[in-house]
């Protein structure tokens, strides 16, 4: 099914409508894993036609490794994390079944996702036994350090955690890799909450170039200098903002700027409100159809009283 929507060119919301007008008419459990393919592809993997498809593939098709990762997903998608590490278990199981008839790299796959909703549900110990077993095997890459991390930090094991980011910033800097960006911007949040603003400030400015390409490092850049006073990333979101194109990104920098102009230039007592009203009033003559702009003037107004008292 999503190779078929695929070859007639379809986009991922067309796709996932016509596969679900074919699940409703023929319920085959591989038209409904098909459909929880599209969910994922098209942003519908929290819609409850998705969880139903894949209860009832499941009824009809337990013994596949390939339905119970996508319960998983599913189930991540929807906030029940403990669900999701049961089917990803399940899925694991499965695969150890069907050992000769799934690609090589499917079962870490599986451990990864296992992983990130084991993080998720709040436990970090056996977050980091996947990271390690995976580690082991020699098949830790990218978003699993970043999970190993990540883990290591919700246990207050700083010095590990750093220890980790540092091999995580020596595989995906150097590199093209599809989760470089993600890698970089997670480091410098990380970097932030346990070492405070300084230290993150001076890895984005030792950052090359093209990382700020990405929009999540641009944010992330963005967010921090938004909080800085000495504004030391001055000339990094100046060069940002000239390279932008999307209006979305553009509004969401406007609407840092304006928290930046809150923090900076405000008293002990009271916030810079009236500076933030006038910056979102000349960014409307830019964006005026942005509605997290217009949203924000009037709330900074609303605001003004109680934040003064």
């Known amino acids: 099914m999503s190779a078929d929507a695929a070859a007639r060119n379809l986009k991922p919301d067309e796709a996932y409508e016509c596969c679900l007008r074919a699940v409703q008419i023929f319920p085959l459990a591989e038209f409904q894993t098909g459909l929880v393919k599209l969910a994922l592809q098209s942003g519908y993997l929290q819609s409850p036609e998705a969880f139903g498809a894949i209860q009832q593939a499941l009824q009809r098709a337990p013994q596949y490794p390939e339905s119970h990762n996508l319960k998983g997903l599913v189930c991540e998608a929807r906030g029940d994390y403990e669900s999701a590490v049961a089917s990803y278990r ?62 290591y930090w919700k246990l207050g094991k700083y010095d590990l955690a750093l220890s980790v980011a540092k091999r995580l910033a020596s595989s995906a800097l150097p590199t093209e890799h599809s989760l470089a960006a993600a890698s970089i911007s997670f480091i410098c949040r990380l970097v932030y909450h346990m070492l405070g603003q300084e ?57 840092l700027a304006t928290l930046g102009l809150l923090v900076k230039h405000g008293s002990n007592d009271c916030l810079g409100v009236q500076k933030g009203v006038n910056y979102l009033r000349r960014a409307l003559h830019v964006s005026p159809n942005s509605n997290l702009i217009r949203w924000s003037p009037e709330q900074l107004h609303f605001h003004v009283l109680p934040l003064c008292a």
Do not use: W
């Not at 090359?208 to 490092?217: D, L, M, T």
């Not at 100046?238 to 999307?246: F, K, Q, Y």
């Open 199 to 255: 230290l993150a400030i001076r890895n984005i400015l030792q950052l090359p170039r093209r990382a700020f390409e990405s929009s999540q490092v641009r944010l992330v850049a963005s967010a921090i200098h938004a909080l800085d006073e000495s504004h030391q990333l001055d000339s990094v979101v100046s060069s940002v903002r000239e390279s932008l194109s999307s209006s979305k990104e553009i509004a969401a920098l406007d609407f």
């Open 90 to 151: 399940l899925a694991r199981l499965a695969a150890r079944v069907f050992a000769g008839r799934v690609s090589k790299s499917y079962p870490a796959d599986i451990s990864i996702n296992l992983t990130r909703s084991l993080c998720m549900a709040g436990n970090a110990d056996a977050a980091i036994q996947e990271c390690k077993y995976l580690e082991n095997k020699g098949l830790l890459d990218v978003e699993g350090l970043q999970l190993y991390a990540l883990s």
